[in-house]
C-alpha cells in the first residue's frame, strides 16, 4: 500500500522556521507530481504547494516567499522549508501525490504549531 510519511513538525514562535520531511515508499515518486497540504483545526484542507517531477513549483499566495519546496528523487523525499512562520500556519501538514488525491487517502502527518 501507497504510504507517505511527514515529519520535521514542532513548535514554533512567530519569525522562526522548520522544515518538514516526506517519505515516499514506492518507486516511481520521481516522476510524480507532490504536494503539501495543510489542515488547521475547524478548516478545510488547502493546498501549500506542488513540485512537478520535473521541479516545476508552484505555491499558495499565503506562503510565496516564506515557504520552499524540492525533492530528492533519489531518496524518495519531498521538503518543505519554511520560514518567517506566523500563527495563521498552524495546522497539520500532510504530503501527498497528485494524481492519488482523488482518493482522499492521507497519512499522519505532522503538527505545526506557530506561538505569537
Known amino acids: 500500500q501507497l504510504r507517505f510519511v511527514e515529519s520535521g513538525g514542532g513548535l514554533v514562535q512567530t519569525g522562526g522556521s522548520l522544515r518538514l520531511s516526506c517519505a515516499a515508499a514506492e518507486s516511481g515518486f520521481s516522476i510524480w507530481t507532490m504536494v503539501w497540504y495543510r489542515q488547521a483545526p475547524g478548516e478545510q484542507r488547502e493546498l501549500v504547494a506542488r513540485?512537478?517531477?520535473?521541479?516545476?513549483?508552484n505555491y499558495a499566495d499565503s506562503v510565496k516567499g516564506r515557504f520552499t519546496i524540492s525533492r530528492d528523487n533519489a531518496k524518495h523525499m519531498v521538503y518543505l522549508q519554511m520560514n518567517s512562520l506566523k500563527p495563521e500556519d498552524t495546522a497539520v501538514y500532510y504530503c501527498?501525490?497528485?494524481?492519488?488525491?482523488?482518493?482522499?487517502?492521507w497519512g499522519q502527518g505532522t503538527q505545526v504549531t506557530v506561538s505569537s
Open positions: 501527498n501525490a497528485a494524481h492519488l488525491l482523488v482518493y482522499n487517502t
Open positions: 513540485i512537478t517531477g520535473g521541479g516545476n513549483i
